[in-house]
RNA sequence: GUUCCCUUCGUCUAGAGGCCUAGGACACGUCCCUUUCACGGAUGUAACACGGGUUCGAAUCCCGUAGGGAACGCCA
């Protein structure tokens, strides 16, 4: 039997996180098992359903490098199936009309609830002739649910879960209108895409006991489920806006890099041993349904950070560099700026966490004045840093056409010999300071070697003017 | 209210009755490296929710308790 699985999100906000692991999930399992990886938009909900999110689910599917077999089926597409399904367990008895109105289904909700039971349908009309219906009134089609005994499920990451008959009722499957509700539509469609293996949320997990009843009505072996815990925020609670990123386009606005995010979600709720740091391709080879935690985890920012730092790493520096232009558009780029900016990858990626971090770092290559921070005013205030500068100015400009790190780092380091105990940062900070305008950079001599002589004595004569400007004097 | 699910360091997890004085990762502490911040290296703190069973032996199996979550729509 070739597996079949399914990822079936609908369009009514992005792409959850959450989401994006299930489909993970999904399409670790078919792939380990190499079988196929459909994608349903259940976009029954006219209402809220939007093509702005379906286009947003396919471009972040597609960034998270999920791909699917065939073409994405839309449920609403398939609403006259549904409906003949629904005609067709009538007449085999399966399924019957309903002719209630709202206002007495709410009192048979309200009467339930006072009897201390699940509110539900009372099943008045399952065995009632349609002869004696209402003039007028538009039925709905409800299942004929198992009045007594007890249905169970194999969950394959939940295990063997039991619910007495006596808790389903007979829900709808068509609506008066004639449109099917999302418990028919799901069964239809996944009965029809062959779909062998549910892998879904838990807050699923009561739904599929009402899905049984449908798949076993039509006659179709229901699938394998698999109902995975939701992923919750930090604290504990579900997931919601004051988490802050609840969306994948979010954590790709944030600088985290795919693979980065592939990985940390994969090992959310799913492990291989000890393994942390694996591609999805990898994950696939390993993927079991039975690794899957049945309890909930809690999204931790840091740890992400860390996955992403990795991956920034293996990262190809043409591919950051166009990460990091795409996010300095106020900025003005030229040939220099991209030499600067290639030269200087290599450290720049190996202290970043994002890539919002990492264009924050890279700009002092981009740029051809420097704005100080706070700190780096500090640095250039210090009683030494005017006498160092001019220090440091001289030297460099004795270097010539050696001007590189290592001609530099000689010079630098005599200057602290010479003036100031061999304390270095006493030269390090007011440099560092000038050409990047902050305290905190990648190692400063190399970053002096890639600006090259000009711009960097440049900078330099820009600080010491702005130390003049700011009350700075030689002492 | 009814039904269902969950519970190992702060967090993600390993663990399938003896390999567990419970392992790894992130975070945190200390030290080293060092021109800053990082990185890297070393090292440390830290958990089987609780109570009963079953067993020669339980983090692992069973039953309760507590805590957390979900579902009960002509929403998906």
Redesign the pocket.
């Known amino acids: 039997m070739t597996v079949i699985t399914r990822f079936a999100p ?1 369009p ?1 906000g992005f792409l959850h996180i959450g989401g994006a692991r299930t489909a993970l999930f999904n399409w670790c399992y078919s792939k380990k098992m190499g079988g196929k990886f459909l994608l349903r938009i ?4 006219k209402e ?1 359903s939007t093509q702005a999110a379906i286009d947003a689910i396919f471009r972040d599917l597609k960034w998270l490098g999920i791909d699917w077999d065939g073409d994405a089926i839309y ?1 609403s597409s398939r609403a006259a199936r549904h409906a003949e399904v629904a005609q067709d367990l009538v007449k085999k008895g399966k399924a019957y009309f309903c002719y ?3 206002e007495e ?1 709410e009192a048979m ?1 309200a009467e339930a ?1 006072a009897k ?6 009372n099943r008045m009309w399952r065995d009632r002739d349609p002869a004696t219906a209402p003039a007028g009134v ?1 039925p ?1 089609i409800r299942i004929k649910a198992p009045l007594d005994g007890e249905t169970v499920i194999d969950d394959a990451v ?7 008959n006596s ?1 389903l ?1 007979d ?2 499957l068509l ?3 004639g ?5 028919h ?1 799901v069964v239809v469609d996944d009965a029809d895409m062959g779909i062998t293996h549910v892998v879904r949320g ?6 599929a006991f009402r899905q049984k009843v449908i798949f076993d009505a039509m006659g179709v072996p229901c699938p394998t489920f698999a ?1 995975i ?2 992923i ?1 925020g ?1 604290d ?3 997931l919601s806006k004051r988490h802050g990123a609840q969306s994948v386009g979010e954590f790709k606005d944030m600088g985290y890099l795919p693979e980065a995010v592939c990985n940390y979600l994969l ?5 291989h ?2 393994d ?1 740091l694996f591609t999805k391709e990898q994950a696939a080879q390993w993927f079991e349904l ?2 899957i ?6 999204l ?1 920012m ?2 992400l ?2 996955v992403n ?1 990795h991956y920034l790493r293996l990262a190809e520096d043409e591919r950051l560099a166009a990460e990091i232009l795409a996010r300095h558009p106020e900025l003005k780029i030229d040939d220099e700026h991209r030499i600067r900016l290639a030269a200087g990858m290599h450290d720049l990626k ?4 994002t890539l919002i971090q990492l264009a924050a770092e890279a700009k002092f290559y981009l740029v051809d004045e420097v704005a100080y921070d706070e700190k780096a005013s500090a640095a250039l205030h210090d009683h030494d840093a005017h006498n160092a500068m001019h220090h440091i100015y001289d030297a460099l400009a004795r270097l010539g056409a050696d001007f590189k790190e290592a001609a530099i ?1 000689t010079a630098v380091r005599k200057i602290a010999a010479d003036h100031y105990e061999g304390k ?2 006493k030269v ?2 007011p440099l ?1 300071a000038s050409l990047t305008g902050s ?8 970053a002096a070697e890639i600006l090259g002589q000009a711009e960097t004595m440049k900078r330099i004569k820009a600080a010491l003017h702005w130390m003049h400007d700011h009350g700075h004097h030689h002492h």
């Open positions: 609908s009514t259940e976009d029954t909900d809220r449920q209630c109105s709202q289904l909700r609830q201390g039971e699940q509110p539900r349908y538009k709905v939940q295990g063997r879960v039991t619910v007495p808790q009722d829900f709808i609506r008066s209108d449109s099917p509700t999302y418990m539509a838990d807050d699923h997990l009561n739904n109902h815990p939701l919750h930090a504990g609670a579900k090992r959310l709720g799913w492990s041993g000890d942390e039975g690794d935690n049945a309890g909930p985890s809690r931790d840091k740890k950070d860390h730092t190996a202290r970043a966490a780092d270095l940062a390090m900070m560092r305290t905190s950079s990648p190692p400063i001599l190399k």
